[in-house]
Every structure is written in C-alpha cells, then in structure tokens.
Nanobody, 114 residues
C-alpha cells in the first residue's frame, strides 16, 4: 500500500504564501486522481485542487487564481503553491491519491492569521 506524507503547513499571516508537498512511497505514475483536499473545523472535507487522468486540473472556485497544483513524477511528489492566503483558507490539508481505491495522507495544518 502506497503511503502519502504531507509537509509544508504552518502559521502564516493573511496575504502570505505557503508551499505544501506530498511525497508518495511509490510511483505516482498512472493515477486516476491526485491532489489536495482540506477540512476546516466543523466543516466537511472539500476538494481544493486535483489532477485527473491525463493531467487535467480542477480547482475549487474559492482558490482559483491563488493556488497552483504541480507534480514531479521523478520525485513521486505533488505540490500545492498557495498565494494570497486568507483566514478562510485555514484547515487541515490532505494529500489524496486514487488508483482503484482512495488513499489519504495524515494531513498538514495550515493556519492563516489576520
């Protein structure tokens, strides 16, 4: 079973930037979906940005123009560059991989202060 490990979360002021990384323990080549979800306290988990098969990207409307998803297949890593952060971006961010079944990382906390 592939393992996903997120890093790069932390505390940042509104308007700042963070870059999240997710390293997989095996090749990410051949995925059906790969990317990021987030969950804020008291809210359900929501899609942030994902690659679908063929490299097509999908972003939540709330992050379009601010966040960018990318990947490095040689490093088995997917990234999320987050710019112009807002307090409402505060959440635990989870790496996600789907082949036949879903696989989730443990999450990394992002906190945006005013």
């Amino acid at each position: 079973q592939v393992q996903l490990v997120e890093s790069g979360g932390g505390l940042v002021q509104a308007g700042g930037s963070l870059r999240l990384s997710c390293v997989a323990s095996a090749s990410i080549f051949g995925f059906n979906a790969l990317g990021w979800y987030r969950q804020a306290p008291g809210k359900q988990r929501e899609l942030v940005a994902v690659f679908t098969r063929g490299g097509i990207t999908n972003y939540a409307d709330s992050v379009k123009g601010r966040f960018t998803i990318s990947r490095d297949n040689a490093k088995n890593t997917v990234y999320l560059q987050m710019n112009s952060l807002k307090p409402e971006d505060t959440a635990v961010y989870y790496c996600y991989l789907k082949r036949i079944t879903d696989k989730w990382g443990q999450g990394t906390q992002v906190t945006v202060s005013t």
